[in-house]
């Protein structure tokens, strides 16, 4: 029947004007006039024929619906007077409904002849593999398993590495981040990233991120005004991924605050974007926006980058590191405002088990859990009880910190996770990212509260987040971008639940 016949037919049975209307169209009282006018405006609704030619997320009447009222899609319909989603599609063809961007969920204001889909694709087709449309958002689609395996905090967002190897991200959009096709609105929710493939492992950087793939390769997205995504370019942003170099034999990756780093088969050290702290150990100063090898770095077991200083750890527990100097952060013995230092081996530390790299300091530890740190101490980041602007160039062993199994380094605090799953973070807390009450700096180790042990931490800019054992994502700290992803914007000292991640 045709789609005007199946209109009027629609209105006349509704209005009880017809007796023996067809299986499936309401015959009268079963809808108000203003839902008559409703379905009138909407253009029909498409009755048992097109509910055989129906895609997944598509909503048809069934055949069994006699004496059926219109409809109900969750609580994201949209009224016929809205103007949004699929509204200027025509309904000649699918191809008209188009339009949602990507991270939003929308019913198609559509008649017959179009899907009327809770999609959230560029192409208008229904959220992506493993997200589902959740609270007007594409999320990362519940498991029986955990929700999350790591996390990664960046500037002002944050993402998450699923079970099956999916991303999704939450927070700043503007240099596109988020990796979801936009850079129009930050999203307090997580949304899902389009990523090249099966994730092994997440990093983030201020205001990009990448990804290491299963088969080895490397992805980024994010700003790519230093040539930090690696593809080549050093202008506008990548708001999805795109593969990094060629490079196809990556083992792990890590992102400093505008540059890149990949340690790859052979334990060779590579590197790109920003350079003018001589982070990429090349005979220039230069971003460079392909992967280039670092000079001389051999026997690479895993690399930080900070601001503008990187450090490399070797197969033998030494550590090397190179770049500008301003704080100590090389650690070789001296500090100097315009000092940029060549690689060197950091004295006084051997047998390390890891390594992190802060705004302007670093951190090594042991397979005891014994941590040292060097560089700036301007937030009591090194936990001498108090802060000094004097720098520390040398390595320190903390205070009051034991059995720690990983460090994660901000721009001026940081946090450790203990072999028992406890988590305590130190240093600047003026929006909260050390727990406790905000405001101020740490100068003692805070214990944070996850409800839970802990499995994994990152820490942002200002903002710091943890994977708990039940794969549960919990932030705390600045959030005026969303980038605790608790759906809100307000700071928060206390840890907040990621929206959608409940643990298994």
Same mark, same amino acid.
């Given at each position: 029947?045709?789609?005007?016949?199946?209109?009027?037919?629609?209105?006349?049975?509704?209005?009880?004007?017809?007796?023996?209307?067809?299986?499936?169209?309401?015959?009268?009282?079963?809808?108000?006039?203003?839902?008559?006018?409703?379905?009138?405006?909407?253009?029909?609704?498409?009755? !048992?024929?097109?509910?055989?030619?129906?895609? !997944?997320? &598509?909503? !048809?009447?069934?055949?069994?619906?006699?004496?059926?009222?219109?409809?109900?899609?969750?609580?994201?319909?949209?009224?016929?007077?809205?103007?949004?989603?699929?509204?200027?599609?025509?309904?000649?063809? &699918?191809? %008209?409904?188009?339009?949602?961007?990507?991270?939003?969920?929308?019913?198609?204001?559509?008649?017959?002849?179009?899907?009327?889909?809770?999609?959230?694709?560029?192409?208008?087709?229904?959220?992506?593999?493993?997200?589902?449309?959740? +609270?007007?958002?594409?999320?990362?689609?519940?498991?029986?398993?955990?929700?999350?395996?790591? $996390?990664?905090?960046?500037?002002? *967002?944050?993402?998450?590495?699923? #079970?099956?190897?999916?991303?999704?991200?939450?927070? +700043?959009?503007?240099?596109?981040?988020?990796?979801?096709?936009?850079?129009?609105?930050?999203?307090?929710?997580?949304?899902?990233?389009?990523?090249?493939? #099966?994730?092994? =492992?997440?990093?983030?950087?201020?205001?990009? +991120?990448?990804?290491?793939?299963?088969?080895?390769?490397?992805?980024?997205?994010?700003?790519?005004?230093?040539?930090?995504?690696?593809?080549?370019?050093?202008?506008?942003?990548?708001?999805? #991924?795109?593969?990094?170099?060629?490079?196809?034999?990556?083992?792990?990756?890590?992102?400093?605050?505008?540059?890149?780093?990949?340690?790859?088969?052979?334990?060779?050290?590579?590197?790109?974007?920003?350079?003018?702290?001589?982070?990429?150990?090349?005979?220039?100063?230069?971003? =460079?926006?392909? #992967?280039?090898?670092?000079?001389?770095?051999?026997?690479?077991?895993?690399?930080?980058?900070?601001?503008?200083?990187?450090?490399?750890? *070797?197969? %033998?527990?030494?550590?090397?590191?190179?770049?500008?100097?301003?704080?100590?952060?090389?650690? *070789?013995?001296?500090?100097?405002?315009?000092?940029?230092?060549?690689?060197?081996?950091?004295?006084?530390?051997?047998?390390?088990?890891?390594?992190?790299?802060?705004?302007?300091?670093?951190?090594?530890?042991?397979?005891?859990?014994?941590?040292?740190?060097?560089?700036?101490?301007?937030?009591?980041?090194?936990?001498?009880?108090?802060?000094?602007?004097? !720098?520390?160039?040398?390595?320190?062993?903390?205070?009051?910190?034991? +059995?720690?199994?990983?460090?994660?380094?901000? =721009?001026?605090?940081?946090?450790?996770?203990?072999?028992?799953?406890?988590?305590?973070?130190?240093?600047? %807390?003026?929006?909260?990212?050390?727990?406790?009450?905000?405001?101020? &700096?740490?100068?003692?180790?805070?214990?944070?509260?996850?409800?839970?042990?802990?499995?994994?931490?990152?820490?942002?800019?200002? *903002?710091?987040?943890?994977?708990?054992?039940?794969?549960?994502?919990?932030?705390?700290?600045?959030?005026?971008?969303?980038?605790?992803?608790?759906?809100?914007?307000?700071?928060?000292?206390?840890?907040?639940? $990621?929206?959608?991640?409940?643990?298994?």
């Amino acid at each position: 029947m045709t789609q005007w016949f199946r209109r009027w037919l629609w209105l006349v049975c509704a209005a009880g004007a017809l007796t023996g209307c067809p299986h499936g169209v309401p015959a009268g009282g079963n809808f108000s006039p203003a839902d008559a006018k409703a379905a009138a405006d909407v253009g029909g609704v498409a009755g !048992p024929d097109a509910a055989a030619d129906a895609a !997944p997320g &598509d909503v !048809p009447v069934t055949a069994d619906a006699a004496n059926a009222e219109l409809p109900v899609v969750q609580t994201d319909v949209v009224t016929a007077d809205a103007k949004t989603g699929f509204d200027a599609c025509g309904c000649a063809s &699918d191809s %008209n409904c188009s339009g949602v961007a990507l991270g939003t969920c929308q019913v198609a204001k559509c008649g017959a002849g179009c899907k009327c889909t809770v999609g959230v694709a560029p192409d208008g087709s229904a959220c992506g593999g493993g997200f589902v449309c959740q +609270s007007g958002k594409c999320l990362a689609a519940p498991t029986p398993g955990p929700w999350a395996k790591s $996390v990664a905090a960046g500037g002002s *967002h944050s993402c998450a590495l699923h #079970p099956g190897g999916t991303v999704s991200c939450w927070g +700043s959009s503007w240099q596109g981040q988020l990796g979801n096709g936009s850079t129009d609105v930050d999203s307090p929710v997580p949304v899902p990233v389009g990523v090249l493939g #099966p994730v092994t =492992q997440l990093v983030a950087g201020s205001t990009h +991120s990448c990804a290491l793939h299963s088969g080895g390769k490397v992805s980024c997205w994010g700003d790519r005004f230093n040539g930090q995504t690696g593809s080549g370019s050093n202008s506008g942003y990548a708001t999805v #991924p795109e593969l990094a170099g060629t490079m196809a034999d990556v083992l792990s990756i890590a992102a400093g605050t505008n540059s890149s780093f990949a340690v790859r088969n052979g334990a060779t050290a590579w590197g790109w974007g920003n350079g003018n702290g001589g982070q990429l150990l090349q005979d220039t100063l230069a971003s =460079q926006s392909d #992967p280039v090898q670092l000079a001389s770095m051999l026997d690479v077991k895993s690399v930080c980058g900070g601001d503008h200083h990187a450090c490399a750890l *070797h197969d %033998n527990g030494t550590v090397e590191c190179w770049g500008r100097n301003t704080d100590g952060q090389v650690g *070789h013995g001296t500090t100097g405002q315009n000092e940029i230092v060549k690689a060197g081996l950091v004295d006084g530390v051997s047998g390390i088990a890891n390594i992190a790299c802060g705004h302007v300091n670093t951190c090594a530890w042991d397979d005891a859990g014994t941590v040292w740190c060097w560089g700036s101490n301007i937030s009591g980041q090194l936990l001498t009880g108090n802060y000094g602007t004097s !720098p520390v160039n040398a390595p320190l062993q903390l205070q009051g910190l034991v +059995s720690v199994s990983a460090l994660a380094a901000g =721009q001026t605090h940081a946090c450790a996770l203990g072999k028992s799953g406890d988590i305590a973070c130190w240093g600047d %807390n003026a929006h909260g990212q050390c727990g406790g009450s905000s405001g101020g &700096d740490a100068y003692k180790p805070i214990t944070i509260s996850l409800g839970g042990k802990a499995t994994a931490v990152s820490a942002g800019t200002q *903002h710091t987040c943890a994977v708990r054992e039940d794969g549960a994502v919990l932030c705390w700290g600045s959030n005026n971008s969303g980038q605790l992803g608790n759906a809100g914007k307000d700071d928060s000292a206390t840890p907040v639940l $990621v929206v959608g991640s409940a643990g298994k």
